[in-house]
């Protein structure tokens, strides 16, 4: 049976990351996809663990090598998603879970039908600006365009399977656990499993007479 592949979006600060690393921590059976980006590691970052941290010269041949699922300028830097990383992974068995922005996440399903997309949410908008607000990482201009960018970004939950509404961190993760656990015991996942037993079918109709 292949793996699965979980989308995790939402705008900057609903904590879609954090949540990501509570329910890593918990489940054996899910791997953590690692991005490529361009922009400098923050403090307690490690490369090759939260993110591949390299050059945009180096991500720019990356890309015209089409070696990634999908990649995204955001907020002046770059950010991609390895596409044999993720297509290996799930042809092993492999469940993969992404963290990747809302447009990245839109490429990505136009060409893995079956991955499950999940959306990270804020209580409300005005929490979301105080948490950006809160993080001091970005300068005015680009505190600014990220509480834009998260206008557009809400706006298109309904194109993801799942919402979670981030009112406590602990309760979120419980939510993804939920989530990936579901979406490994779907009929429609199992039919290496249902086929086994496609032959009692006809027993049961004769049985029932």
Same mark, same amino acid.
Not at 69 to 87: C, F, I, M
């Given at each position: 049976?292949?793996?699965?592949?979980?989308?995790?979006?939402?705008?900057?600060?609903?904590?879609?990351?954090?949540?990501?690393?509570?329910?890593?921590?918990?489940?054996?059976?899910?791997?953590?996809?690692?991005?490529?980006?361009?922009?400098?590691?923050?403090?307690?970052?490690? +490369?090759? =663990?939260?993110?591949?941290?390299?050059? *945009?010269?180096?991500?720019?041949? @990356?890309?015209?090598?089409? &070696? /990634?699922?999908?990649?995204?300028?955001?907020?002046?830097?770059?950010?991609?998603?390895?596409?044999?990383?993720?297509?290996?992974?799930?042809?092993?068995?492999?469940?993969?879970?992404?963290?990747?922005?809302?447009?990245?996440?839109?490429?990505?399903?136009?060409?893995?039908?079956?991955?499950?997309?999940?959306?990270?949410?804020?209580?409300?908008?005005?929490?979301?600006?105080?948490?950006?607000?809160?993080?001091?990482?970005? +300068?005015? =201009?680009?505190?600014?365009?990220?509480? *834009?960018?998260?206008?557009?970004? @809400?706006?298109?939950?309904? &194109? /993801?399977?799942?919402?979670?509404?981030?009112?406590?961190?602990?309760?979120?993760?419980?939510?993804?656990?939920?989530?990936?656990?579901?979406?490994?015991?779907?009929?429609?996942?199992?039919?290496?499993?249902?086929?086994?037993?496609?032959?009692?079918?006809?027993?049961?109709?004769?049985?029932?007479?």
């Amino acid at each position: 049976m292949e793996g699965i592949l979980f989308v995790m979006s939402g705008p900057s600060g609903a904590g879609k990351t954090t949540i990501v690393k509570g329910s890593l921590n918990e489940l054996e059976d899910v791997e953590f996809s690692i991005s490529y980006t361009t922009r400098p590691r923050r403090k307690g970052e490690r +490369n090759g =663990k939260d993110y591949f941290f390299i050059s *945009e010269e180096e991500f720019k041949a @990356l890309t015209e090598k089409k &070696e /990634f699922l999908e990649w995204q300028a955001v907020h002046g830097h770059l950010y991609g998603t390895s596409k044999h990383y993720v297509r290996s992974k799930v042809s092993l068995g492999v469940n993969v879970l992404l963290d990747i922005d809302v447009k990245g996440a839109m490429n990505v399903k136009k060409q893995i039908k079956d991955a499950v997309f999940v959306f990270v949410a804020p209580p409300s908008f005005k929490e979301l600006k105080e948490r950006l607000v809160k993080r001091h990482t970005e +300068n005015q =201009k680009e505190l600014k365009k990220r509480i *834009e960018d998260a206008k557009h970004e @809400l706006s298109q939950i309904a &194109e /993801f399977d799942y919402l979670i509404v981030n009112h406590d961190i602990q309760q979120s993760i419980k939510q993804l656990e939920s989530i990936i656990i579901a979406e490994q015991i779907k009929v429609s996942r199992r039919g290496e499993f249902v086929g086994k037993y496609k032959f009692f079918k006809g027993v049961s109709k004769e049985a029932s007479r």
